[in-house]
């Protein structure tokens, strides 16, 4: 019973390397998000799918890309990693309904430092 | 623009007592409320969601209550144990924008 992955769990990166962040989800949930969590900002949206083949900008989707590979897969990838980008990246999914009205299940975060 | 607070942003209590954490926002044209749990170096956990509708919702010793107009909500923790001890988060939904969170209330409960 897996829920949603994120693959890696830590990650040091230098300025300007690029990486790309993994998550999958064994739900068959529709929705996917990106969320970054940083100490006293609380958890903001980077950005959302609501279903396969589509992708919205949230609150900070600069310096981020996202691919939803399938219904399972949604990445998350840094061009140019800045120091402003070490937080925890979260990735979350939901049950079909109206994106934002069903729970959101979460995974256990990326934890990426940027020097 | 939505704010969410919560407060206090930490509780410290003994086992056995019932407490209550508080989340506040500012538009109360929501969908639903979320209460979530994070474990330290931890995803979130959902506790508890209350449509907008809705007054309350119940999950064991969990009781939340959402009063829209006030823009309240609380989280009631019944008997708390050692086991309760994690960083509690509420998170409110509108029509258009993604999950708003507030800061959350580190709770720490001693046995």
């Known amino acids: 019973n897996a829920g949603v992955t994120q693959t890696p769990k830590f990650q040091v990166l230098k300025t300007g390397q690029s990486m790309t962040l993994q998550c999958a989800q064994d739900m068959n949930h529709n929705s996917m998000y990106w969320y970054r969590q940083d100490p006293g900002m609380g958890l903001r949206l980077i950005y959302y799918s609501a279903s396969e083949g589509t992708t919205d900008k949230g609150e900070v989707p600069n310096g981020y890309n996202v691919s939803r590979l399938n219904k399972r897969e949604f990445s998350l990838r840094l061009e140019s990693a800045a120091p402003s980008q070490t937080s925890v990246y979260f990735c979350?999914?939901?049950?079909?309904?109206?994106?934002?009205?069903?729970?959101?299940?979460f995974g256990d975060g990326t934890r990426l430092s940027i020097l | 623009k939505q704010e969410v607070t919560q407060i206090p942003a930490a509780l410290s209590v003994p086992e056995g007592e019932n407490l209550v954490l508080n989340c506040s926002f500012t538009?109360?044209?929501?969908?639903?409320l979320q209460w979530f749990r994070q474990d330290p170096g931890k995803g979130l956990t959902s506790l508890l969601l209350i449509q907008s509708s809705q007054r309350e919702q119940t999950s064991g010793r969990l009781n939340a209550s959402l009063d829209k107009s006030s823009g309240r909500s609380t989280l009631y923790i019944a008997a708390s144990q050692p086991g309760d001890s994690a960083t509690y988060l509420c998170a409110v939904h509108q029509a258009g924008t993604a999950l708003i969170f507030g800061k959350g209330t580190t709770l720490s409960v001693s046995s």
């Open positions: 538009d109360s044209a929501i969908y639903n």
């Open positions: 979350a999914s939901s049950a079909p309904g109206l994106r934002f009205e069903q729970p959101q299940h």
